[in-house]
């Protein structure tokens, strides 16, 4: 079993950036990368940004793609979401979640909110 714990949630005014952690407890077989998503009200779950583990590679959604990076620091088992220039749609509950090799290998955690508001 793995557990994910989201946190850095919060309201930030547009423009303004934050950063999410997602700290990682339990085994690590099976990982296959490790990715933020979000779901705004009345939308669907989208992938924000993944890293993955062999490689550290990152992929990003084409709405993020230069304002926010994901990273991560292996001796602390924790994952990152910079945000920059933070914009009103990026309003949402963002998860933190396992990319397992099997469905088996896959967790996600219990989401923190983000709130981006004048």
């Known amino acids: 079993q793995v557990r994910l714990v989201e946190s850095g949630g919060g309201l930030v005014q547009p423009g303004g950036s934050l950063r999410l952690s997602c700290a990682a407890s339990g085994f690590t077989y099976g990982r296959a990368a490790m990715s933020w998503y979000r779901q705004a009200p009345g939308k669907e779950r989208e992938l924000v940004a993944t890293i993955m583990t062999t490689n550290g590679r990152a992929r990003y959604a084409d709405s993020v793609k230069g304002r926010f990076t994901i990273s991560r620091d292996d001796s602390k088992d924790t994952v990152y979401l910079q945000m920059n220039d933070r914009k009103s749609e990026d309003t949402a509950v963002y998860y933190c979640?396992?990319?397992?090799?099997?469905?088996?290998?896959?967790?996600w955690g219990q989401g923190t909110q983000v709130t981006v508001s004048s």
């Open positions: 979640a396992q990319e397992g090799t099997g469905p088996e290998y896959s967790f």
